[in-house]
Nanobody
Framework: EVQLVESGGGLVQPGGSLKLSCVAS????????MSWVRQAPGKELERVSS???????WYSDSVKGRFTISRDNAKNTLYLQLNSLKPEDTAVYHC????????RGPGTQVAVSS
């Protein structure tokens, strides 16, 4: 059974930082292209970053230069470092298989507010 469990969210002030983690199990993580997606209240799911099997990364324009995706295949763990956070980054963040974002974890809430 595929399991993806995110952690690391919280409430931060604008300009703050968080580091999200996602522990994967039930599939060969090292052979899987992974993504972080987010969903804000009333908005559609948005892919914000992806990482290939060999570490090639992609970022949406909305987070480029502020977020950093990484992976540790030995630990079956995906990470997202969030810096210079803005109120518009407020959302539930999920890790997901890039090929099918419906295969994703329950998410971790990130709230950016003063």
């Amino acid at each position: 059974e595929v399991q993806l469990v995110e952690s690391g969210g919280g409430l931060v002030q604008p300009g703050g930082s968080l580091k999200l983690s996602c522990v994967a199990s039930g599939f060969t993580f090292s052979n899987t292209h992974m993504s972080w997606v987010r969903q804000a209240p009333g908005k559609e799911l948005e892919r914000v970053s992806s990482i290939s099997l060999i570490g090639t990364t992609w970022y949406s324009d909305s987070v480029k230069g502020r977020f950093t995706i990484s992976r540790d295949n030995a630990k079956n763990t995906l990470y997202l470092q969030l810096n210079s956070l803005k109120p518009e980054d407020t959302a539930v963040y999920h890790c997901a298989k890039t090929a099918d974002v419906n295969v994703r974890g329950p998410g971790t809430q990130v709230a950016v507010s003063s």
